[in-house]
């Protein structure tokens, strides 16, 4: 997830993590007493994690992030990644999602294919490939395809965010931007019946990556995880049932 987001260690991931219980969890509140050398919005970021149960959560079963449990959530509902797949995990910083994958495919048995790219270092985690390149460089996709076991993938997924800009219309365009280009991609290595996940914002998906998604896929639907906080615009498209290259 290119979006500065921070590490959380170096664990592979618990194996039963599921988010049914986080909405009945009652977390008690912790403020910090003093902002002595940081900013006001330093102070919020902080308290928010501070009582996140999500951040709590990831750092007690060995996620990178908190954001591994987005993917968790939808692949609980819609059983998305399956034993032996080929996974592509772009943006894949700081790898919670990567994690999730390589584990849910049995990456680490050998069974199946998990490759992250990111910009930013990843450290290494078990069963995948890290291959740090910025996606948008005009190589990486090439270089995706070449490491892709028959040079096709059956899952594509993408939780890249541009940094904000505190303005709402100009991060719509530079995450649409991002989403577009992750789902050209998939089109190019996704194999009959793949599926692609790729960050939104609220307001929806593009008209016209819309239309092409609906074009190409058999279902498109938006989800918001639980995880996602309910204070973020943060948004999901998974569309299913690939019909195979044109």
């Given at each position: 997830?290119?979006?500065?987001?921070?590490?959380?260690?170096?664990g592979t991931g618990s194996?039963?993590?599921?988010?049914?219980?986080?909405?009945?969890?009652?977390?008690?509140?912790?403020?910090?007493?003093?902002?002595?050398?940081?900013?006001?919005?330093?102070?919020?970021?902080?308290?928010?994690?501070?009582?996140?149960?999500?951040?709590?959560?990831?750092?007690?079963?060995?996620?990178?992030?908190?954001?591994?449990?987005k993917l968790i959530e939808?692949?609980?509902?819609?059983?998305?990644?399956?034993?032996?797949?080929?996974?592509?995990?772009?943006?894949?910083?700081?790898?919670?999602?990567?994690?999730?994958?390589?584990?849910?495919?049995?990456?680490?048995?050998?069974?199946?294919q998990v490759i992250g790219?990111?910009?930013?270092?990843?450290?290494?985690?078990?069963?995948?490939?890290?291959?740090?390149?910025?996606?948008?460089?005009?190589?990486?996709?090439?270089?995706?395809?070449?490491?892709?076991?028959?040079?096709?993938?059956?899952?594509?997924?993408?939780?890249?965010?541009?940094?904000?800009?505190?303005?709402?219309?100009?991060?719509?365009?530079?995450?649409?931007?991002?989403?577009?280009?992750?789902?050209?991609?998939?089109?190019?290595?996704?194999?009959?019946?793949?599926?692609?996940?790729?960050?939104?914002?609220?307001?929806?998906?593009?008209?016209?990556?819309?239309?092409?998604?609906?074009?190409?896929?058999?279902?498109?639907?938006?989800?918001?995880?639980?995880?996602?906080?309910?204070?973020?615009?943060?948004?999901?498209?998974?569309?299913?049932?690939?019909?195979?290259?044109?």
């Amino acid at each position: 997830m290119t979006s500065g987001g921070k590490r959380k260690g170096k664990g592979t991931g618990s194996g039963g993590s599921s988010t049914k219980n986080f909405g009945d969890a009652r977390q008690l509140t912790v403020r910090l007493k003093t902002a002595r050398g940081r900013s006001a919005s330093s102070q919020r970021w902080l308290e928010r994690q501070l009582n996140d149960p999500y951040v709590a959560a990831a750092k007690r079963e060995g996620w990178r992030s908190r954001a591994a449990f987005k993917l968790i959530e939808i692949d609980d509902k819609y059983h998305i990644l399956k034993p032996g797949q080929r996974i592509v995990d772009l943006g894949a910083a700081p790898g919670g999602w990567t994690q999730v994958a390589a584990q849910r495919v049995k990456a680490v048995e050998g069974r199946g294919q998990v490759i992250g790219i990111d910009y930013l270092p990843v450290d290494p985690i078990p069963g995948a490939t890290i291959l740090e390149l910025d996606f948008l460089a005009d190589d990486a996709p090439d270089k995706l395809k070449a490491l892709l076991r028959d040079g096709g993938a059956d899952v594509v997924l993408s939780d890249m965010a541009a940094p904000t800009t505190g303005h709402a219309s100009t991060d719509h365009l530079r995450i649409m931007a991002l989403a577009e280009a992750a789902a050209q991609f998939a089109t190019e290595v996704l194999a009959p019946g793949g599926a692609f996940i790729a960050k939104v914002f609220q307001g929806g998906t593009e008209r016209a990556l819309l239309d092409m998604l609906k074009r190409d896929f058999a279902i498109v639907r938006h989800v918001k995880p639980k995880a996602s906080r309910a204070d973020s615009s943060e948004l999901y498209v998974l569309a299913t049932g690939f019909r195979g290259q044109s």
